[in-house]
């Protein structure tokens, strides 16, 4: 039986993956950034699953506002990284998972989460920048990856409710899903951050922290967070927090915090990461 071992959340700005590609790393501007990746980079060489379902944005790269689905999920054999602009990322073709990603689609379905089936989609720094900032810099990634992207471009995005409970259904799917597989489940995104108006710049260290301790065990108070609520509070982009949410809604009741970073700014954004597991997981591993 497949199962999910732990959950990883991470800030995804772009500025973060320039400074791997382009071997900044050492500057002392983003020494402390890639200081607080130091343990999870060590940790996951033990921990590397067979699939990861990565949650995440398209930052219209891939997907153009001509169709913006609200939740989708990818099908495909391989990911090639988008063109952002720049062209895309030097970093390896993400290898795919079909056949769980198909298993998940049918059960979520099945639980009535209408989701919309990605044959091909090229993935932006939302699921690239992750992935370099966890696995470094490799021929090839350690791990399939199930890319499930969010709608957090264009109103009307998803509630932070909606969220952990698609979440719950993704746990429900891999569970079922009868292969011996390791997944984990990522959120990608956030935290406090606002790119453009008049507030652009704009970072909450209040609300971020708040976020993260009530992301243990308070996490009844998040899923009331509106969508105004965290425009107002962590900016125009910190609703990418509610990737964050799936994570977590995956990873069932109880969980253990093994790691928290928090760091401002690395480009316009607070950027936070944790690293989780749930508690029955802990357990059958003792
Ligand atoms: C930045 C952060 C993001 O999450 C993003 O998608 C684009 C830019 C930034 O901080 O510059
Ligand atoms: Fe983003």
Redesign the pocket.
């Known amino acids: 039986m497949a199962r999910i071992t732990a959950g990883i959340a991470t800030?995804?700005?772009?500025?973060i993956g320039a400074a791997i590609d382009l071997g900044k790393t050492g500057d002392e501007y983003w020494k402390p950034v890639f200081a607080g990746y130091e343990w999870v980079k060590n940790w996951i060489l033990d921990e590397t699953p067979d699939v990861i379902i990565l949650c995440y944005n398209d930052?219209a790269s891939s997907m153009m506002l001509d169709i913006v689905p609200t939740f989708a999920i990818g099908f495909a054999e391989e990911f090639e990284p988008a063109d952002e602009g720049w062209g895309p990322r030097p970093v390896p073709t993400v290898v795919g998972c079909p056949e769980l990603a198909g298993h998940i689609a049918e059960q979520l379905v099945i639980d009535e989460f209408d989701i919309t089936i990605m044959n091909h989609i090229d993935v932006d720094?939302?699921l690239t920048v992750p992935l370099s900032l966890v696995f470094g810099q490799v021929d090839e990634w350690p791990v399939r990856v199930i890319p499930l992207a969010v709608n957090v471009t264009q109103f009307p995005t998803p509630s932070g409710n909606r969220c952990f409970t698609l979440g719950q259904a993704i746990a429900d799917a891999v569970e079922s899903f009868p292969a011996d597989l390791n997944v984990q489940i990522w959120g990608t995104?956030?935290m406090s951050?606002q790119?453009q108006g008049p507030r652009a710049g704009l970072i909450n260290p209040k609300f971020d922290n708040a976020f993260l301790d009530r992301l243990i065990d308070r996490t009844d108070e998040l899923r009331q967070i509106t969508r105004l609520e965290f425009l107002r509070e962590s900016g125009s982009?910190g609703i990418?927090l509610i990737m964050w949410l799936i994570m977590r809604g995956a990873l069932g009741k109880d969980v253990e915090e093994l790691y928290r970073f928090y760091h401002v700014?690395?480009?316009?954004?607070a950027v936070g990461h944790v690293v989780m597991r749930p508690k029955t997981a802990q357990a059958a591993d003792d």
Do not use: I, K, Q, Y
């Open positions: 800030s995804h700005v772009p500025a930052h720094h939302g995104g956030g951050h790119l982009e990418e700014p690395a480009s316009n954004t």
